[in-house]
């Protein structure tokens, strides 16, 4: 009876260990050079697969739909402007001036469960269904309740990430510009 409980308990750390290297190995492997500047990283495309198995893999494994090289850009932000990881507990402001782009969309991206949003048809915010500034800045609040003009739902619960796809942008054909400068700010507010 020891034997088989060692062995059941055996295979079930193996199991657990070779799921959990190959998840970490497809993060990291899969992802490529990513470029980072200040609050934002811009995320290499992975629609080239060729000649790596990783990013073959977490192309599967992703739901989203990645941009061809030429087609737009994706850039992601885990932190607020102090460097603070994102708390659903917190509200966000968004705040400057987008980059150029045909059309540009904001969303939220639970790192838990990317499917758990109270609001989901608030989940994601597209450059023509914005209220701009006068000056021509964008202001766009991110909270778990609901907000008066431009809103973005953050989940209930847990941390999250914030993603802003740039389409058909002059900056797409650049790939050795680095530079987020032109990228808007994320500050926290108040939090519960």
Known sequence: MQLIRNLVFGTAVALFSGFASAHYAIDLLGK??????GQWTRLESIENTAGNPYRAALK?????????????????SER???GDRFDSRCTYLLSGRMPKASLWSLSINKTEDD???????????????VQWKADGNLIVAIASGIQPANWLASPQSGEFTISLRLYDTPLALNTTDTSTKSLPRIEKGACT
């Open 32 to 37: 490529g050079s990513n470029l980072t500047s």
């Open 60 to 76: 599967v494994r992703t739901s989203g739909v990645a941009l061809a090289p030429g087609e737009g850009l994706v850039f992601t």
């Open 80 to 82: 607020d402007a102090d």
């Open 115 to 129: 499917q758990i949003n109270s609001h989901p048809e608030r989940r994601f915010v597209v450059s023509r269904s």
